[in-house]
């Protein structure tokens, strides 16, 4: 059997991946127990769960599904290929929406939830606020409501399309979303991670503006007075989404860049 050191130099992984595999297939077990006993044997069981997960990885499998969790505003969110695994750009749209909105009393809905990162965090963020979240994946929605109650946020969860299942009287003071927004065609559907994520929740088969132009152009009927639109778009998509935004008559429209320079998140406003 293969000792806690023989494992996490068992095959060619960055060895913080090769430990987080060990230490999710031995629950309970440390850094500081890693470093302590090296030479601590593993079980069978655990020695084939670690190699099988290490196989995995090396074929390019996402770490975050491989241990079933990523870090969100600084919460855990479990994360399955039935969502997106949330990515730290998008917690610049959570920045923008307690700026804007602020904490008070406030009713906002996410469109295409996932996992229910900004759901949940913007309830746990803004407890005072009332929260939906829509997606039309029942599996993804079956994760984002796991999420919810083990955060213990206060998020009503909706099956179905974009505005489709909100009650028709429903007005909100914030829509935001993360919707799929990369072309049909682009490489990068076929790099990375994103090789593992769900195709839906990442392209719409289109331009790459299908459903950003449902959401803009649905916008400005379900805000109330002074409410704001703010989604998560391509890096290359700033312009686009900002005309989009403008015709359908909001006003203050701004692009927000990320930490690498790039357009991410863009956002406008129903004029009062």
Same mark, same amino acid.
């Given at each position: 059997?293969?000792? $806690?050191?023989?494992?996490?130099?068992?095959?060619?992984?960055?060895?913080?991946?090769?430990?987080?595999?060990?230490?999710?297939?031995?629950? #309970?077990?440390?850094?500081?127990?890693? =470093?302590?006993?090296?030479?601590?044997?593993?079980?069978?069981? %655990?020695?084939?769960?670690?190699?099988?997960?290490?196989?995995?990885?090396?074929? #390019?499998?996402?770490?975050? +599904?491989? $241990?079933?969790?990523?870090?969100? +505003?600084?919460?855990?969110?479990?994360?399955?290929?039935?969502?997106? $695994?949330?990515?730290?750009?998008?917690?610049?749209?959570? /920045?923008?929406?307690?700026?804007?909105?602020?904490?008070?009393?406030?009713?906002?809905? /996410?469109?295409?939830?996932?996992? #229910?990162?900004?759901?949940?965090?913007?309830?746990?963020?803004?407890? %005072?606020?009332?929260?939906? %979240?829509?997606?039309?994946?029942?599996?993804?929605?079956?994760?984002?409501?796991?999420?919810?109650?083990?955060?213990?946020?206060?998020?009503?969860?909706?099956?179905?399309?974009?505005? %489709?299942?909100?009650?028709?009287?429903?007005? +909100?003071?914030? $829509?935001?979303?993360?919707?799929?927004? &990369?072309?049909? /065609?682009?490489?990068?559907?076929?790099?990375?991670?994103?090789?593992?994520?769900?195709?839906?929740?990442?392209?719409?088969?289109?331009?790459?503006?299908?459903?950003?132009?449902? =959401?803009?152009?649905?916008?400005?009927?379900?805000?109330?007075?002074?409410?704001?639109?703010?989604?998560?778009?391509? +890096?290359?998509?700033?312009?686009?989404?900002?005309?989009?935004?403008?015709?359908?008559?909001?006003?203050?429209?701004?692009? &927000?860049?990320?930490?690498?320079?790039?357009?991410? =998140?863009?956002?406008?406003?129903?004029?009062?």
């Amino acid at each position: 059997m293969l000792t $806690i050191e023989q494992a996490l130099r068992r095959h060619p992984l960055p060895r913080l991946e090769s430990r987080m595999l060990l230490q999710h297939v031995l629950p #309970g077990l440390s850094h500081a127990q890693i =470093i302590a006993y090296p030479e601590r044997e593993l079980s069978a069981e %655990a020695e084939a769960a670690f190699l099988g997960l290490a196989e995995r990885r090396l074929a #390019g499998e996402p770490m975050a +599904y491989l $241990i079933g969790v990523r870090e969100f +505003y600084g919460r855990d969110f479990r994360v399955s290929p039935a969502v997106l $695994i949330p990515r730290p750009e998008t917690e610049h749209l959570i /920045d923008a929406a307690l700026q804007r909105v602020g904490r008070a009393a406030a009713r906002a809905v /996410d469109l295409g939830t996932g996992s #229910g990162a900004i759901a949940a965090t913007l309830a746990l963020e803004a407890p %005072a606020w009332t929260v939906e %979240a829509v997606d039309l994946s029942a599996d993804a929605l079956a994760m984002a409501e796991a999420n919810a109650a083990a955060l213990g946020a206060a998020v009503a969860f909706r099956h179905g399309s974009w505005y %489709a299942p909100l009650a028709d009287d429903a007005r +909100y003071d914030l $829509i935001a979303s993360n919707p799929p927004y &990369i072309q049909h /065609d682009d490489a990068h559907l076929g790099q990375g991670d994103v090789r593992f994520e769900p195709r839906m929740a990442l392209t719409d088969e289109a331009d790459g503006l299908a459903c950003l132009r449902e =959401i803009a152009a649905g916008a400005p009927a379900r805000l109330k007075a002074g409410g704001w639109l703010m989604v998560e778009h391509g +890096y290359d998509q700033g312009a686009a989404v900002r005309e989009l935004f403008s015709a359908a008559g909001l006003s203050r429209v701004e692009t &927000i860049r990320d930490l690498a320079g790039l357009d991410r =998140i863009t956002i406008a406003q129903k004029e009062a």
